[in-house]
């Protein structure tokens, strides 16, 4: 599933910066515009990849059902802007195949992180988190916007 995933996203857009934390914690709002903080994850990846933990953290504070009508919404409107490039409903299966690679990606970033660290047992273990994540999502037990 995840080739398949990384090959249906290769070419389908231009490569982005993805943030990869985008959540609340992250996000300010300074002079009425948003200020991102914490870059240090950040990546360049499809656009796709990088938006689970807004999607999750907008459903937590919103208290949105994961993988209900209203984020679907909040995912439409992140895909409002890539209209130009394909229509919408191409970008929802792009997005899904995004979300799905999303844990892949945190869980290499743990793996790298955690390489050298003197104790990285005291972090969990995240590397494992995140690929039952990605399980979750293959599977279908981890719907949108509860991962």
């Known amino acids: ?19 990869m934390e985008a959540h609340d914690g992250n996000i300010f709002v300074r002079d009425g515009r948003p200020v991102f903080i914490d870059w240090a994850e950040a990546v360049v990846t499809h656009p796709f990849v990088g938006p689970l933990l807004m999607l999750r953290s907008a459903t937590e504070r919103l208290g949105y059902e994961p993988g209900s009508s ?12 890539f209209t130009s490039f394909a229509p919408v409903a191409q970008l929802r299966d792009l997005f899904a195949d995004g979300y799905l690679l ?9 793996r790298r992180t955690l390489d050298d660290a003197p104790e990285p047992e005291e972090f969990g273990d995240p590397v494992n988190a995140w690929l039952e994540i990605l ?9 949108l916007g509860g991962a």
């Open 1 to 19: 599933q995840v080739r398949a995933a990384a090959d249906r996203l290769n070419g389908s857009l231009p490569l982005t910066v993805a943030h």
């Open 135 to 143: 399980a979750e999502i293959a599977d279908g037990t981890t719907t």
């Open 102 to 110: 999303f844990p892949v990606s945190r869980a290499d970033a743990w």
């Open 70 to 81: 209203d984020v679907e919404r909040l995912r439409d409107l992140y895909l409002e802007p």
